[in-house]
Nanobody, 124 residues
Framework: QVQLLESGGGSVQAGGSLRLSCVAS????????MAWFRQVPGKEREGVAG????????HYVDSVKGRFTISSDNAKNTVYLQMNSLKPEDTGIYYC?????????????????WGQGTQVTVSS
């Protein structure tokens, strides 16, 4: 059983940076794909970035390309999301998710294990 625990959220001003962390436990084969999603009240959950942990392939949605970086430290069972040049529209609850296999693109239907989320608030 995969368990995920996010941390690192907070409040920053526009242009600032945050680094989110997701500590994972459970069978490594059940989390070949790791991804970050975000959600604001009243809106659907949106994929942000995905990572294939063995191959190192990454995927980003257009709105965060060049600003966000997903990475992992396998020795620490931790996946990170470095967020730079933050904008107010980046505000939301950020969730870490894991999947056993697939393209690792951040599509919510492909992920079955989720963390509890961490709040990110960007003020203008």
């Amino acid at each position: 059983q995969v368990q995920l625990l996010e941390s690192g959220g907070g409040s920053v001003q526009a242009g600032g940076s945050l680094r989110l962390s997701c500590v994972a436990s459970g069978p490594p084969d059940e989390r070949n794909c790791m991804a970050w999603f975000r959600q604001v009240p009243g809106k659907e959950r949106e994929g942000v970035a995905g990572l294939h942990q063995r191959l190192g392939a990454t995927h980003y949605v257009d709105s965060v390309k060049g600003r966000f970086t997903i990475s992992s430290d396998n020795a620490k069972n931790t996946v990170y999301l470095q967020m730079n040049s933050l904008k107010p529209e980046d505000t939301g609850i950020y969730y870490c998710a894991a999947a056993r296999a697939g393209s690792c693109y951040p599509l919510s239907g492909a992920y079955f294990d989720w963390g509890q989320g961490t709040q990110v608030t960007v003020s203008s």
